[in-house]
């Protein structure tokens, strides 16, 4: 029954007047060419793997992990041209699909098509943060050095930048020494138009790059007095507030930042950023963030409540982990490995077990949710369904140690449960041969 099942999830069949002989057939022909395909890609006979995946699109042409795995196998012939026309069909019919625009990102960037390769990593860094050094990458190829510097400032601001991108920093801080007014001439300007914002901010970004912090929170109050309306002032200001542990100044000048139709997404991102440090010092300040999502809602390409789910994953606070995670709208496959993790962790089976199972819908060939699945439903004392996901997911572990274990022993479990004796011996041993590798 879950044989049949599974293979549904990779093809859509109107069931109508047809005959369920007809139905099973067409099944096994879609099901027997698709695992030819992944036989074939894994033991690289590209030309067999791209014949039979060709006779699956015969199935279903609209189907975007057929396109997706056709572009895999283009690619790795190096056939450019077939390879970004199949990703370029996978996303187009599935467009947030992070792995659907790697696949373009890597023709476009293996044909040093950079500026297409941009397009398609501008998207990908709001699924992916470790994507921001391969744009800034990107951005230095085609002299873009002031997106290159823009993404670098992010990227410094949230942490400590790798030798590549202090490099890029300094190419870009000597290209452009001089181009700038100095400190000095920021003031005079200042006093001569007391009026001009720009200014304000130069001078800010100008003490803050030489750590004269005191200076820079003064020129910050300065903007705020002198143009009170200065949404920007408040970006310097929350940072400054923070630093001084002003709960209340820090929270009005984050609301301030992030209601503000004339800041940056990418600023805010960063203000938010700041803030959520600031109120896990600050619980009660949680609030304030649950408070401020709604701002974010109208950001394509961004989904706030996963990004907030995956900040709390990694501070091990899984609690609010769990709860913004499940809030999100994002259907990825990061944010859906996190969610079953923190599931699992915390026992949660059942919750495992029905999530994974309805993820199987959406991501047909990985692995690891028919393990999710399985895992939950041996711990529910479903031996039966757990056995039967096993089955279905093991073809899908490559090249993955770890997984394969893990589904080994899950056997183990479902072959003790169900008295099956050979099926133990079979997975003990192939769980001894991984651990003695």
């Keep these: 029954m879950y044989k049949i099942i599974a293979f549904l999830f990779l093809f859509q069949i109107s069931f109508g007047q047809i005959n369920p002989e007809e139905v099973e057939t067409a099944e096994n022909e879609f099901e027997t060419n698709f695992f030819d395909a992944l036989k074939e890609k894994a033991i690289e006979n590209y030309d067999k793997a791209i014949i039979a995946l060709q006779k699956c699109l015969l199935k279903e042409p609209a189907n975007p992990e057929i396109h997706y795995q056709l572009g895999v196998n283009y690619l790795a012939q190096k056939k450019y041209v077939e390879a970004e026309n199949a990703f370029q069909k996978a996303v187009d019919l599935e467009p947030k699909q992070l792995w659907y625009l790697n696949g373009l990102y890597d023709v476009h960037y293996q044909t040093k098509a950079y500026e297409k390769a941009i397009v398609i990593v501008e998207k990908l860094v709001t699924f992916d943060a470790n994507m921001k050094e391969d744009l800034v990458s990107l951005y230095m190829n085609t002299q873009q050095f002031d997106k290159a510097k823009i993404v670098i400032n992010d990227i410094e601001s949230k942490g400590t930048l790798t030798k590549a991108m202090e490099s890029y920093q300094m190419q870009i801080q000597s290209m452009q020494k001089g181009n700038k007014p100095n400190s000095n001439d920021l003031v005079e300007a200042i006093k001569s138009n007391p009026k001009a914002e720009q200014n304000y901010i130069d001078l800010i970004y100008a003490y803050s790059v030489n750590n004269q912090e005191d200076k820079a929170f003064e020129t910050a109050l300065m903007l705020e007095k002198e143009l009170p309306n200065s949404d920007l002032a408040h970006v310097s200001l929350v940072k400054f507030h923070i630093q001084a542990n002003d709960i209340s100044k820090a929270t009005d000048s984050y609301k301030r930042v992030i209601k503000s139709s004339k800041i940056d997404f990418k600023i805010k991102q960063r203000v938010l950023n700041e803030y959520l440090i600031f109120a896990i010092k600050n619980p009660q300040l949680l609030v304030e963030i649950d408070n401020s999502i709604s701002y974010f809602d109208n950001n394509v390409g961004m989904d706030v409540n996963k990004e907030l789910g995956k900040f709390f994953y990694n501070k091990n606070n899984f609690e609010l982990a769990q709860k913004y995670i499940e809030k999100s709208n994002s259907n990825d ?7 079953l993790n923190i599931y699992d962790f915390n026992k949660q089976f059942e919750k495992m077990a029905k999530k994974s199972e309805e993820y199987i819908d959406l991501f ?16 529910l004392k479903n031996f039966k369904k757990a056995k039967d996901f096993l089955e279905m997911g093991i073809d899908y572990v490559i090249d993955d140690p770890i997984l394969e274990a893990g589904f080994c022993k899950q056997f183990i479990i ?4 169900l008295s099956d004796l050979k099926m133990k011996q079979t997975y003990q041993k192939k769980l001894d041969a991984i651990s003695n590798k």
């Excluded at 496959?333 to 969610?339: Q, R, S, V």
């Excluded at 047909?364 to 711990?379: F, I, S």
């Design 333 to 339: 496959i990061e944010a859906i490995d996190l969610l």
């Design 414 to 417: 479902c072959a003790d449960a």
């Design 364 to 379: 047909p060939t990985k692995a690891n949710l028919y393990y999710y699945a399985a895992k939950g439903n041996n711990n």
